[in-house]
């Protein structure tokens, strides 16, 4: 995707690459197209191997040793699209195993899978599109990683960012080289990165489509979903709405599983607590797309639609409205950030019949928890903590802290120790 020309932002990922990068020897960089790999891998490569490029990619397949030699760091750029050259770099890590030698970014899973996993070797790194701290809006002043350290930091800041803004960075995008770009502008550039999907990434994942139409819709329905358990099959109802003949599981599960490999659809997984066993648990993934700005372009909706709060998509069960739902995925994004910086993983909880939930969960490698509520609200009533006070209850010491993060204007801690942050003035 092509946007503005602008000086590199430094992403949270930039501080994973620094400790890692100079002690390990080889490291993936991998996410949708479009989240900025290339740009963060260039600026430490010292050789550069486009995969992308037609000629790169004969030169590669006439020799392949040719894509580890050069000053180090080389870059592997976009590695799927020659498969062999994971195996390539593994070979030459298990000849020289020193740190700072191997970078490759890659956005998609390839059609080949490599003949040894590069356990031990190569290092997986996830990347995603602009996390609310990683586009500068605010100064978050809430961290996430003192948050797991079970210390309850003090909880300070104020913002002036508002309902309005936050919807406005809904359908902003996340993309890198589409930040800035005026309306019409970046609604051609979400269509276009949509159509690369549907006309040409299935293909290119050896998984034509009998229907793009069909995929397109089951997309749009994905999309309404957003931040619910909704099952497979309801949402491939709801793509069909008024069909007789429904198509089988066996013809959208492949959406499901290309957009995965895609890193286009990203669900958060549900929460099952090994340390203090909770009864009843459902185990539904929600729902999100990678960026919450390709969700509300495949329903239509600007800033204003959503603001509005008149239904918009597909008929899918949910509490809310529609940017209520994607507020969540847009904090879900800066969560997720956080917590792979801080070597914690990102969950949901949710009972069965949906007595109590937990938006997400952060865990600790020791399995205790910062539970996170989201709210589309300025202020946090006792009737908004109250899932969070029921899980307090029901693990004790393993929940290291709560929060509620909503649109409001300052962050504190409630009277109970339940933390209240905006979702821009939270960080990494």
Avoid: C
Avoid at 37 to 54: G, I, N, Q, Y
Wanted: charged share 25%; no cysteine.
């Amino acid at each position: 995707m092509d946007g503005p020309a602008r000086k590199y932002v430094r992403r949270i990922v930039d501080a994973e690459l620094d400790v890692l990068l100079p002690v390990l020897p080889a490291l993936s960089l991998e996410g949708a197209r479009g989240v900025g790999k290339t740009s963060t891998a260039l600026r430490r490569a010292r050789t550069v191997r486009r995969m992308d490029e037609p000629a790169e990619r004969a030169v590669a397949y006439g020799d392949l040793n040719r894509l580890v030699t050069g000053p180090r760091p080389v870059l592997i750029d976009e590695w799927q699209r020659v498969p062999e050259s994971w195996d390539t770099v593994r070979r030459a890590v298990d000849a020289d195993s020193s740190g700072g030698q191997f970078l490759l970014t890659g956005s998609s899973a390839p059609l080949e899978i490599p003949t040894h996993s590069g356990a031990g070797r190569i290092v997986t790194i996830r990347m995603r599109p602009l996390a609310l701290s990683e586009r500068r809006i605010d100064t978050p002043t809430v961290s996430i990683a003192e948050l797991l350290t079970g210390r309850r930091p003090t909880v300070e800041g104020a913002t002036s960012v508002d309902l309005q803004r936050y919807a406005e960075e809904i359908v902003a995008s996340g993309f890198p080289a589409l930040r800035g770009l005026p309306g019409r502008a970046l609604r051609a550039q979400l269509d276009s990165y949509l159509e690369r999907i549907t006309e040409h990434d299935f293909i290119e994942q050896n998984r034509p489509v009998r229907s793009q139409a069909l995929l397109r819709r089951w997309m749009i329905a994905y999309a309404a979903a957003t931040a619910t358990t909704a099952t497979y099959e309801t949402i491939r109802d709801a793509a069909t709405g008024g069909e007789d003949n429904k198509p089988a599981r066996t013809t959208t599960q492949p959406y499901r599983e290309v957009l995965e490999q895609l890193w286009i659809i990203e669900p958060v997984p549900a929460w099952l607590p090994t340390r203090n066993p909770i009864a009843r648990l459902a185990l539904p993934p929600k729902h999100h797309l990678a960026d919450p700005a390709l969700a509300a372009r495949l329903l239509g909706a600007d800033a204003a639609a959503l603001l509005d709060t008149r239904p918009l998509g597909p008929p899918i069960p949910r509490s809310g409205p529609l940017i209520g739902a994607l507020f969540e995925s847009l904090v879900t994004l800066e969560v997720r950030a956080g917590a792979q910086a801080a070597e914690a993983n990102v969950k949901h909880l949710r009972t069965k019949g949906g007595e109590h939930e937990i938006d997400l969960v952060v865990e600790r490698g020791d399995h205790r928890v910062v539970a996170i509520e989201v709210k589309l609200a300025q202020a946090v009533a006792d009737e908004d903590v109250r899932h969070l006070r029921w899980l307090a209850n029901q693990i004790g010491d393993d929940l290291l802290d709560a929060v509620v993060v909503t649109t409001g204007r300052e962050a504190y801690r409630r009277s109970d120790g339940i933390a209240v942050v905006p979702a821009v003035l939270l960080g990494p």
